[in-house]
């Protein structure tokens, strides 16, 4: 540490057993074939937090080279290469994309754990590397709920990066402080730090952080109804995603809810359509399965509306995201409404309304029991008009609706 560096103390790494007890609640079984994996990988980096040298450093070595073993070689040059780019790379990231996973997967109490431990285990970390772990242990407080303990987490490491003249690092404090604003309603704020970060981010060069950057703008300016512009951010966020299929998908997704919302339901089909037509992570093509069975019910497309509710079903068995899976059954319950299959509809209605009850999620609850089957729709209102250069965006997409769906959708890990 330099002098007057801001310190983070954590002095006591929660136990990889009781964080993975934790995170088994309310579960059926493992979260995937690397649950084991995980459970090493924090134990050794807790059991090195203790120790002094040499033997703290041969630990945290050991599990460095397990991470790399589990991840693969490739993926860690590649995934590593996405997140951090060139710069300040270090050995340790073999670790932090293992915890991303876990993160990814749903079992937050121990990406926590395996983070946490990292930042005490690793002595020789610099400032970068160390806001890093900070940042990503700030991502996962916050899929918990944890607000408070998020915004101390970002506020650390805007303050490390104004500390260390690092603009990375003050960017991710900013995309921090966006999504948290996010997860308190406040959107304008949303707006605010989300802009400031693509400020800094362009100008350094940052590419994936401004591809961030750019996805807070698309919400917040969704959430206003500023549809021209968050379209036009949508799409230079999907520009920066190419070459990288999880991410194209996450955008081809919001981007087609965009669509939807303001009107343009035919287009909001088409990009729907090509996410749920590429191998993906089931909280990516949830969603989209959901918003195509809307769309085309909008459209007057019947069959691919009951195709995607059948598709939400067979994904409902698997170990998707209890959330996703609940707000996707309760899309397609209203879309087969809207088609007349109210048998169909009110089968999906029920599963939904159970789950959310079986999990918490009030909102699920409380929409599955305000619908009731109903006559087939009549069209919605005229799409908004958009500007020229957002209008084009719109076409963009039209041109990539698939010839075809496929007969499954199939699911890829949330890590690829």
Known sequence: MTPGEPTFPITAPKSAAAAYRADLVGRDGPFGQHDSAWLTVASLLQHAAYLNEPERSRLVIDAIEFSREVIGEANVGRLGTREWEDRDRAPIEAIML??????????????????????????????????????????VLRKMGLIDEAAH?????????????????RVRGSLGFATLAQLRGNYPDMYRHSHRALRMAERAGLRRLTRDACIGLQISLGVSRRFDEAL???????????????????????????????????????????????????HILLPALGGLALASARTGQPETVEWSAIEIERLAGSNAPRYSIASALLEAAIALFMIGKNDIGERHRVAAAQLGRK??????????????????????????????????????????????????????????
């Open 359 to 416: 999990h918490s999620f009030h909102e699920i609850v409380f929409r599955a029991e305000a619908i009731e089957p109903a006559s087939p729709s009549e069209p919605g209102a005229a799409p908004l008009v958009l500007t020229k250069e957002a209008a084009t965006v719109v076409s963009e997409i039209a041109w990539l609706e698939p010839k075809q769906l496929p007969k499954h959708v199939a699911l890829a890990a949330a890590s690829s």
């Open 98 to 139: 293992l915890a991303d996973a876990a993160h990814r997967e749903g079992a937050l109490n121990l990406a926590g754990a395996i983070l946490d431990a990292l930042f005490v285990a690793d002595a020789s970390l610099d400032a970068v590397q160390r806001g890093r772990i900070i940042s990503q242990r700030a991502r």
């Open 232 to 282: 036009i951010y949508g799409w230079k966020v999907y520009q920066l995603s190419i070459g990288h299929a999880i991410d194209e998908g996450e955008v081809l997704q919001n981007i087609g809810q965009l669509l939807f919302d303001s009107g343009h339901f035919a287009e909001a089909r088409a990009g729907f359509a090509a996410v749920v037509s590429h191998r993906l992570p089931a």
């Open 153 to 169: 987490h970002d506020r650390y490491v805007s303050r490390l990066g104004r500390h260390a003249k690092n603009v990375e690092l």
